[in-house]
């Protein structure tokens, strides 16, 4: 198991490196990866739900949420509810009308159970790809909204449909009941679960107890949640936004970087093993396919990817054509300007409903990004092997491979057609913009502290000295982002100017911290700085570092 696994590892790093250069997402790859090693002789490792579930999900569910931007959504809170929710219930149901009529056999409970599986689409895919491409900002922001809450939707109507196929009863309104109850209880728990770490944070400053709190929660959110009886993914979403809303104000600069970066971490080895792991469940997914005709193969497989790639689009846009009045209203804002607001926020207000509709190069993007994933794989083989009777779960052998089939072709198919198709639509984010918010957000925090640096000089005259070297520092920095703003503002492209000036200074900043790190490695080697203080010193320098851009011209 131990070879098996850094031999996971190995393939994790070098599909990374492999996608990194080539532009391929890893995500795609690694299923194929896994596919051809269940293909040879030798151990597999087989999906386990449960820790699927238990493990796996809880974690990386809290990571995106932590990432993802409460207000963002709150923003396209239409968009993304009609995607995690209505969307969800209606594949489902699809998908089991349709095994239903035509596939021989087959219970309406089992249908919409395989549709409830393959109904969430897993995001991870889509934002690698849309990330690199610099998809715009409201995109990233729908994608993560739905990935987020379309998981609980769909495990709830599954555990529905799967207690009816087990008991052969099903009741609407008690169904009906069953999924509100689920939804209302994980948001109150994951309110509970950010609560308690909210009142813990301030007592842990030691980051690595911030980090510590911060590893635990997906866990504690999601074992309340299903202790509870309600959904414990719901629990960990909510959590993990409301706590990611709050972070700036409750933890330290040095928690923050510890914890961001064992979380990239902890995606990066979770997200690799998932994917990897899909693919080796070939060989036992194609064994029970044995009693099953052709044709109910392929009639079968036919309505799970027929519905899963033609519904989305439709959906997309069937909901985009709504009355502009309806459309405001179910996203909760006024179609109607506000007489007591000024011209510009009038202005403001309607350029902000304008830009909550998608346009058609929007429609066509998102209705390519919903691929799915293990939770799909995870759902269905949570299916039990017998029904109350004694009698096998209807056509589960079945339900297993259309679900691995739907995975296969929108991880594979559309994850490495998303980037082109992107490309092809001309969405790109609008960098200029963003760079401009960014260095008018840097100006205004630099007069905040200058502002700030008055007060502590009339309140502490012996500060002057401290004071004015601050301030100093302070104004050098506002000089060089208002110079920013101001080439900014003149450039009529979407692309960030250069600016060789800036560029330049960049360079040398970084040519001096090199310098510092190579003295104190002399310094080291020469027996006069012990390895403890190298370590403190490269911190420093390391942190220096990390405030400089990537790229100059940003």
Request: glycine share 6%; proline share 5%; with cysteine.
């Amino acid at each position: 198991m131990l070879l098996f696994v850094l031999a996971a590892v190995a393939v994790i790093v070098v599909v990374r490196w492999v996608a990194a250069r080539t532009g391929l997402p890893a995500a795609a790859l690694l299923p194929l990866i896994g596919i051809a090693y269940a293909l040879l002789p030798g151990p597999n490792i087989s999906l386990d739900p449960d820790l699927v579930l238990m493990v796996v999900l809880p974690p990386l569910l809290y990571s995106a949420a932590l990432d993802s931007s409460l207000l963002g959504i709150r923003r396209n809170l239409r968009i993304v509810v009609s995607l995690s929710v209505v969307l969800v219930l209606f594949t489902a149901l699809l998908v089991g009308i349709g095994f239903h009529l035509f596939v021989a056999g087959a219970t309406l409970a089992a249908g919409i159970a395989i549709g409830a599986a393959v109904a969430p689409p897993d995001p991870v895919a889509a934002l690698a790809v849309g990330r690199r491409v610099n998809l715009p900002p409201k995109l990233v922001t729908i994608i993560q909204g739905e990935g987020l809450l379309n998981d609980a939707t769909a495990l709830t109507i599954l555990s529905v449909a799967v207690a009816a196929a087990v008991g052969g009863e099903f009741s609407f309104p008690a169904a009906v009941g069953q999924f509100v109850l689920a939804a209302v209880g994980g948001v109150a728990v994951g309110a509970v679960v950010a609560w308690a770490v909210r009142l813990a944070r301030p007592l842990t400053v030691d980051p690595l107890l911030s980090n510590a709190i911060s590893l635990a929660t997906p866990f504690v959110a999601y074992l309340l949640g299903e202790e509870l009886h309600v959904s414990g993914v719901l629990a960990v979403v909510i959590a993990g936004l409301v706590v990611g809303h709050h972070t700036p104000q409750l933890d330290s600069g040095a928690s923050r970087l510890q914890t961001s970066a064992v979380w990239r971490l902890v995606d990066f080895l979770l997200e690799g093993f998932v994917f990897l792991l899909i693919g080796q469940q070939l060989p036992e997914v194609v064994r029970g396919l044995r009693q099953y005709e052709p044709s109910t193969i392929a009639i079968a497989v036919a309505i799970s990817v027929g519905v899963v790639l033609l519904l989305r689009p439709a959906w997309l846009v069937l909901t985009q054509s709504l009355p502009r009045s309806l459309h405001t209203r179910l996203g909760g804002i006024s179609d109607q300007d506000d007489p007591d607001e000024t011209s510009s926020s009038r202005q403001v207000a309607r350029a902000d409903r304008n830009a909550r509709r998608l346009n058609r190069r929007e429609v066509v993007a998102l209705s390519w990004s919903g691929t799915r994933g293990v939770i799909s794989l995870a759902a269905i083989f949570t299916l039990p092997l017998t029904t109350e009777s004694g009698a096998p779960f209807p056509d589960r052998n079945l339900l297993l491979f259309c679900t691995f089939v739907v995975v296969l072709v929108t991880l594979v198919g559309q994850g490495l057609t998303f980037a082109p198709l992107v490309r092809m639509l001309g969405l790109r984010a609008n960098e200029t913009d963003q760079a401009r918010i960014r260095n008018e957000a840097r100006s205004a925090a630099v007069e905040a502290a200058l502002a700030r640096l008055d007060e502590v000089a009339a309140d502490d005259r012996d500060s002057a000295e401290a004071v004015n070297t601050t301030r100093t520092q302070l104004l050098t920095r506002l000089a060089r982002y208002r110079g920013r703003l101001d080439l900014l503002e003149q450039t009529e492209s979407t692309e960030v100017p250069t600016s060789p000036q800036y560029e330049t200074a960049l360079r040398v900043r970084r040519a001096a911290i090199d310098a510092q790190r190579e003295e104190l490695l002399r310094w080291r080697d020469a027996g006069r700085l012990p390895d403890e203080g190298l370590r403190i010193l490269e911190r420093e320098l390391d942190h220096e570092e990390l405030l400089l851009p990537n790229r100059a011209s940003r």
